[in-house]
Structures are given as structure tokens and as C-alpha cells.
């Protein structure tokens, strides 16, 4: 299992459209992925609802986790969607 601290740059946090195109490239992985906020219980991060749940806001601290031979390039497609803020408000 490869493990990694991201802090997330969008202004809506992890919501909606963040949120989905997070679940999208995790639904992608070839193993389990995973997230936890705050040292929390890590959820399915194929989950919408799960992550959801989370209510990760700006600036908030996640762990990402992916197992499998592909976890290095899992967690770098993930934290790009983390690291890109999808406020579209400008």
C-alpha cells in the first residue's frame, strides 16, 4: 500500500463536482483505493457518498491510499484533482 498527504486547493473543498471526478479516476485504479480526513477511518474512494461524508473543505489535509502494481500513478491522478481548484466562480 502506498500512502500520501494532500491538501486540498479547491475553494468548493471536496464537493460535488470535485468530489466526482475524485471517484472517477479512484473507480479507475485497478485496487482499492482509499481517503481519511484528520486522521479519521479511511472510506472507499470509489464511493460518491463516502467521500462526500467526508466534508473536506479547503485547505484541509486528506491521506490517499491506493494498493496494487499502479498505486504510485493512482495517487498521482488523484492528487492532481485534489491540488486543482473547480471553483468555476473565478
Known sequence: MVTRRVTV????????RPAAMFVK????????VRI????????DARSILAVLGLGVAQGQEV?????GEKAAATL???????????????
Do not use: N
Not at 9 to 15: E, T
Not at 36 to 43: I, K, L, S
Open 9 to 16: 486547493a479547491s475553494r468548493v473543498g471536496l464537493h460535488a
Open 25 to 32: 479516476v479512484a473507480a479507475a485504479a485497478p485496487g482499492p
Open 36 to 43: 481519511a480526513v484528520d486522521g479519521g477511518t479511511p472510506v
Open 63 to 67: 491521506e490517499i491510499s491506493a494498493e
Open 76 to 90: 498521482d491522478a488523484l492528487e492532481a484533482v485534489l491540488v486543482t481548484d473547480h471553483d468555476t466562480r473565478g
